[in-house]
């Protein structure tokens, strides 16, 4: 019979420390919180694993777009799965936009006169999506039309992050790196509004089965595949669905505020997953109810002071 341990805490106290005494509780949300620091960690000690990030909701424009560019920077996440939104987030902040401090309670007739769009508190120059625009023509005319006319996301955001002057973007750092940027709905964004009202009218042909080869290869290529799960949606199950050809995922790590009850893959425990071969155990996963703008850095920061190899990473071929 185990019993629950008490947290202690103490000034000068790491993050990490905290998080060995939170998997010592064992049980509730510290238990949840600790072993979540201690399977981040092993996925970043261990070269074996390719670290696939599935992302869903405002990461990029709420806060954590230079934490992904440094796990990226370091090796420490091998492919990104993502919604159109926040590649559309990145693509501004690269521009020179930023992502302005609002108020949930903002009228938003109001707002939209004076050419601005609400994310929940934070706010969008209508300008911005204008300068979206005009640069993605810019960026798709100096593509070969022969690329055109069969391209991949993660090609095509390639292309992004080459000709994209910040060099401190997600996309930028991803094409530097040769790290895949998936983005399986990339038409449900501005970005895709603009791709597609591109295509009307010049050679332009995005092919998806191109990504998901390129995702199932490198699952299957990998001798050990973690998943990182900030969110839900197409990207989560995208991740999962394409380890399915290799028995599922090693180790997963999920984070979300969605609930389980209607059925939805955004708020599917991770338990579910093992039934359809998409997960392979469960002693190796964790499910986080809460915001993952707050809770995925501070369990990275943990993982990452856990971590003792960080600088020794042998880069992936991808």
Same mark, same amino acid.
């Given at each position: 019979?185990?019993?629950?341990?008490?947290?202690?805490?103490?000034? /000068?106290?790491?993050?990490?420390?905290?998080?060995?005494?939170?998997?010592?509780?064992?049980?509730? /949300?510290?238990?949840?919180? /600790?072993?979540?620091?201690?399977?981040?960690?092993?996925?970043?000690e261990d070269p074996r694993y390719c670290k696939m990030l599935s992302i869903a909701g405002p990461i990029v424009p709420g806060g954590l777009r230079s934490i992904l560019v440094d796990l990226v920077e370091k090796n420490l996440i091998n492919a990104i799965v993502t919604t159109g939104a926040n590649v559309t987030h990145d693509i501004l902040e690269a521009l020179g936009h930023r992502h302005i401090v609002g108020s949930e309670v903002y009228d938003d007739e109001t707002l939209r006169k004076k050419g601005l769009s609400r994310i929940y508190d934070l706010l969008v120059k209508q300008k911005a999506i204008e300068h979206l625009e005009r640069s993605t023509r810019q960026v798709l005319d100096r593509i070969p039309i022969e690329d055109r006319r069969n391209i991949a996301t993660f090609e095509l955001l390639w292309h992004f992050g080459r000709q994209l002057k910040n060099k401190r973007s997600l996309l930028s750092v991803a094409f530097e790196r040769r790290m895949p940027i998936f983005c399986p709905g990339i038409f449900d964004s501005m970005l895709g509004l603009d791709l597609w009202t591109y295509s009307q009218l010049n050679t332009l042909f995005i092919n998806p089965f191109k990504d998901f080869s390129k995702l199932v290869n490198?699952?299957?290529?990998?001798?050990?595949?973690?998943?990182?799960v900030l969110g839900g949606g197409m990207p989560k199950h995208h991740v999962l669905i394409a380890n399915s050809y290799r028995g599922g995922v090693d180790a997963a790590i999920q984070i979300t505020l969605d609930r389980p009850e209607g059925g939805g893959a955004s708020g599917a425990p991770l338990e579910e997953a093992i039934s359809w071969g998409k997960i392979k155990k469960r002693d190796s996963l964790v499910t986080l109810v809460g915001d993952a703008l707050v809770l995925f850095p501070i369990i990275t920061l943990a993982a990452l002071e856990n971590s003792q190899k960080l600088h020794h990473y042998p880069k992936r071929s991808m």
């Open positions: 019979m185990a019993f629950v341990s008490h947290i202690k805490i103490k000034r /000068g106290m790491t993050i990490s420390a905290l998080a060995r005494q939170m998997e010592a509780v064992r049980v509730l /949300g510290p238990g949840r919180f /600790g072993k979540a620091v201690k399977i981040l960690s092993i996925m970043f490198l699952s299957y290529e990998s001798e050990r595949v973690g998943a990182i």
